[in-house]
């Protein structure tokens, strides 16, 4: 999209260009190092590169002279073409997927960074893939990081999952802060030519009920824009001619013909779902149906900012993300009979909890956890479908006609609540069988620290609260502190630990020759037992020769190296998810999957209890790039949670203090509790204000 020229542009600055070109570098290319921290990458050089690669990129596109389309595309063209191998192909296909959906992840926030950046670099012909900051810098950081690390292929693709993991949390907060930053340097936003709403943040619930009405705030910044007289007395509309003259005053009777227009309007357009999500009566495929505009219908003033209002607003409203296309298509299908009721009750402009608002909230909150995809078919689709033909339908469109329409969706919403209850109450057995295994790490933890004491070598402690401790927990979960298994797996820690000890007596010394082979042939078995193996040439093993040599001839036991720090949770949650100590596993009983996420032992933490009933959208460790959208069905007194969903085969188990460092590290969130309403409107006037 190309910008118009502003006297904005053409005015010199108040600002320093170049020291405000120059902090923005500075804060993307940082935030883009700790972005590669959090997926893993830590090699200095790997770091230098990615700030190298996507510093280029940002000194390119502030750098290039204003050129034509063709111009640019054989530039870009001839730079990028080259020979490559299969290998080489492959990681650029996948940058190319990263960069493209970080296209459409953050999508509102790079908007309003790129506006200011045409501003900043005086370019009203920016494209947004030639922004310095855009996704496309971001994936020519990445080839450069991928070809300094020298990684094999199947490591280099793993990676770059982590990575757009990271990017897909980190990316739309950085250019937020980048707008941000422009904004308070005084740099302004410029004006597109065509009007462009992007998608709120998240699905709806209440408006809120302080501050200033966001459909105001809209209307405001529409009315500022016209170049109709102004408003008007008595209720009267002002009508222009669609194909341009001087706006004439008329009689409020007239908003009888047009509510009359809109009717035969409403008769021709598609109500069936599908046809709205394929782009009947649209521009298109993904497109919304041909917009209702003020210029359309003949309206200026007051009335025709009131029908761009809501016009912009089910623009907003269909290119949602994170609504499922079917109930995108069942609300949108819903703009004329709002738009004719806004016209004869003028308190839908003034009331929040206006009955036609609060339905359009309360879709979206039926729809909340459909996967993106979900089309017409999906039960929850059709009941969404079902509530606007009979608001539709009703013989006398009024606000009582919306005002039944929310008591079927409460009605529907709590249904599917308990629905979700029901679902989650059938994996209690497998979060039973979790919780027993949290006891018997709580066992094992417990006893090791009975045991563990000062001056102890290094080797032995790691080897025990790692490797050892697991074989402890498996043999409590299976048999308790009474069974073989367990008597074994302590004993043999008890007698590990004796080996080491000096030995003054022959006797000793005698008796600890004897032990040495058995003791060395146990660990092995018994870690073989769960699924883990002993390296022959690793450094306890070693250790433990050296020690128990030196226990053999009576000497002391070397001075203990300093203790190392107990990470516990604040260590898992600086290391990416999925790592460290947090652990990440599935079980499956009778026909069900609960997936776990949980710390082998938390310890005193302080925990935010969830609130049942609300959703969270998070990402799972071997969920690649994709998001989850899960609503809280179960809590426990310890903070551990459980997440379902119907459209799920599965159910998501978080154990205590889990859902906090999820949070914290911004691999989880809470679905946004506000308004879809008020978001979409919020979200058009603050576009609008800044073009104006």
């Known amino acids: 999209m190309h910008l118009t020229d502003s006297s904005a542009l053409s005015k010199p600055p108040s600002w320093d260009r170049y020291g405000v070109v120059q902090q923005c570098r500075a804060h993307y290319l940082q935030r883009l190092v700790v972005v590669a921290q959090e997926a893993g990458v830590l090699e200095p050089r790997a770091l230098e590169q990615l700030q190298e690669g996507a510093g280029a990129f940002f000194e390119a596109m502030v750098s290039a002279a204003r050129r034509s389309g063709f111009e640019q595309a054989d530039g870009l063209t001839a730079s990028r073409i080259s020979l490559v191998d299969d290998n080489q192909l492959e990681q650029e296909l996948r940058r190319d997927d990263i960069a493209r959906r970080l296209y459409d992840r953050c999508a509102e926030n790079l908007w309003r960074l790129h506006l200011r950046c045409v501003t900043l670099l005086n370019r009203p012909e920016l494209v947004l893939k030639d922004n310095p900051m855009s996704p496309d810098g971001v994936s020519a ?372 020759a004897a032990l040495i082979p058995s003791i060395l042939k146990r660990i092995p078995i018994a870690l073989a037992a769960i699924g883990r193996r002993l390296d022959p040439g690793s450094p306890f093993l070693d250790a433990c020769f050296a020690l128990q040599t030196a226990a053999m001839r009576g000497r002391a036991l070397p001075p203990a190296a300093p203790a190392r720090p107990q990470g516990g949770l604040e260590e898992a949650i600086q290391a990416p998810v999925g790592r460290g100590a947090l652990q990440h596993y599935d079980l499956e009983a009778g026909g069900r999957l609960l997936k776990v996420l949980r710390y082998p032992e938390p310890g005193n933490i302080t925990v935010t209890p969830g609130r049942r009933g609300e959703w969270l959208e998070f990402q799972l460790p071997d969920a690649g790039a994709g998001l989850l959208c899960g609503r809280l069905s179960w809590d426990g007194p310890g903070g551990e949670v459980l997440l379902a969903n119907p459209d799920w085969d599965f159910a998501v188990y978080l154990g205590p203090g889990v859902l906090d460092a999820l949070l914290r590290v911004r691999q989880a969130s809470r679905c946004n509790a506000t308004s879809l309403f008020d978001e979409a409107a919020e979200q058009a006037a603050r576009l609008m204000a800044a073009a104006s």
């Open 141 to 512: 950081g990445l080839a450069a990081l991928c070809a300094a690390l020298g990684l094999s292929q199947e490591k280099i693709l793993d990676l770059l999952d982590r990575l757009e993991q990271q990017l897909a949390l980190h990316m739309p907060v950085l250019y937020g802060e980048l707008a941000d930053l422009l904004a308070q340097a005084g740099v302004a936003a410029a004006v597109a030519q065509r009007s462009i709403v992007q998608a709120p943040s998240g699905p709806a619930g209440e408006p809120a009920s302080g501050g200033e009405d966001p459909l105001a705030a809209l209307k405001g910044a529409l009315l500022q824009q016209t170049a109709s007289p102004g408003p008007t007395g008595g209720g009267a509309v002002q009508l222009a001619p669609a194909g341009g003259g001087p706006v004439q005053v008329v009689d409020a009777e007239l908003l009888e013909r047009l509510l009359d227009r809109l009717k035969t309007l409403d008769a021709f357009t598609p109500t069936n779902p599908e046809l709205i999500m394929h782009g009947a009566g649209s521009d298109g495929p993904g497109r919304p149906p041909a917009a209702l505009n003020a210029r359309n219908l003949g309206v200026a003033g007051p009335d025709g900012a009131s029908i761009d209002a809501l016009a912009l607003i089910f623009e907003a409203i269909f290119a949602h993300p994170q609504l499922a296309e079917g109930a995108r298509a069942a609300i949108v299908g819903l703009q004329i009979p709002v738009l004719k009721l806004a016209l004869q009750d003028r308190s839908f402009f003034s009331e929040r909890q206006h009955p036609a608002r609060l339905t359009l909230d309360r879709m979206a909150v039926l729809a909340t956890g459909l996967p993106p995809s979900a089309g017409f078919e999906h039960p929850v689709c059709q009941q969404l479908n079902q509530i606007a033909a009979g608001i539709r339908n009703a013989p006398r469109l009024g606000s009582e006609t919306f005002t039944a329409a929310l008591a079927g969706l409460d009605a529907a919403i709590a249904a599917r609540g308990e629905a979700i209850e029901a679902l989650a109450a059938a994996y209690q057995p497998l979060v039973a069988r979790v919780e027993q295994e949290g006891q018997a790490a709580s066992v094992a933890r417990q006893f090791l620290a009975s045991r563990l004491q000062a001056g102890l070598p290094q080797e032995f402690v790691e080897f025990l609260e790692h490797d050892w401790f697991a074989v402890l927990e498996a043999a409590c979960r299976t048999g308790g502190v009474q069974g073989q298994a367990w008597l074994a797996a302590s004993g043999l820690v008890d007698e590990l630990l004796w080996s080491i000890a000096p030995k003054q007596t022959q006797e000793e010394r005698q008796r600890l």
